[in-house]
Nanobody, 123 residues
């Protein structure tokens, strides 16, 4: 069983940057696709980004496209979400999930999850 850990959140001012990390003991990115999600207060969890180990394909939600970048460090078996030009609207708890079908397919089926990391953006 894969137990993912999202980390790297914090408090930043609008226009600032954060880099989130997703990793787990025994996690091998080569076997999965990994997605990032966020849940703002009073809102449902939303898909933000995804990266596929199978074909290298990536996905970005329109709300973050051009500002966020997902990438992997296979030597460290870690997936990152680089967040630039942060806005107050980005404030949420961010989660990562892994798919055993290693493609960023629109079925949005992620088999493994973990605790999220809080991102707070102040104006």
């Amino acid at each position: 069983e894969v137990q993912l850990q999202a980390s790297g959140g914090g408090l930043v001012q609008a226009g600032g940057s954060l880099r989130l990390s997703c990793a787990a003991p025994g996690f091998t990115f080569d076997d999965y696709a990994v997605g990032w999600f966020r849940q703002a207060p009073g809102k449902e969890r939303e898909g933000i980004s995804c990266i596929s180990s199978s074909n290298g394909g990536t996905y970005y939600a329109d709300s973050v496209k051009g500002r966020f970048t997902i990438f992997s460090d296979n030597a460290k078996n870690t997936v990152y979400l680089q967040m630039n030009y942060l806005k107050a609207e980005d404030t949420a708890v961010y989660y990562c999930g892994a798919r055993i079908v290693p493609l960023c397919l629109p079925d949005l089926i992620y088999n493994y999850w973990g605790q999220g990391t809080q991102v707070t953006v102040s104006s």
